[in-house]
């Protein structure tokens, strides 16, 4: 395999946005940024989609081209490893991310309970999702390593340990005062 060296890589994510205006709005810049900058390192993808995520609060559909052409990789590729991860949303997330882990740890200790709870409290499908208005995501999350713990869960990265109903009541009040 031959690998492109960094100017090689630079020159091509440049070509990349000449040929759609929409690729000078805000994100694609971002995004082409990232790529640069750590294309040229070993195993670049897990890095770059988790930069684009932070970067962005999300990977948006829009962008997989131009990290696959700059990481010269398929579309189908790049889909597949933001697909296989739980953690990468391709859809902007609320302000504010619950994840309730669905592991077996915290499953024998009530968390499916929590996890219908929550849904009914922010008015969400049964798979979770985003609350109307923005503010809040439910999702799941499969071990957050709080298995003696359980049933745990994290608030904006936060975690939280042997929850209830009237835990996740106040971890959903608190998100939606702030």
Known sequence: MVLATPDELRDRIRQLGKSAAQQNEPHFVAVREIVSRLAAQEGALLPILHEVQHALGFIPKEVVGVIA???????????????????????????????VCRAESCQAMGSEAMWQHACYALGLPAEGGTASGGGITLQPVYCLGLCAMSPAAMLDGKPHARLSVQRIDALIDRAVEA
């Open 69 to 99: 052409d700059g990481l010269n990789l398929s579309r189908a590729e790049v889909h597949g490893v933001i697909t296989y991860y739980h953690h990468f949303r391709s859809e902007p997330a609320g302000r504010h991310v619950l994840e």
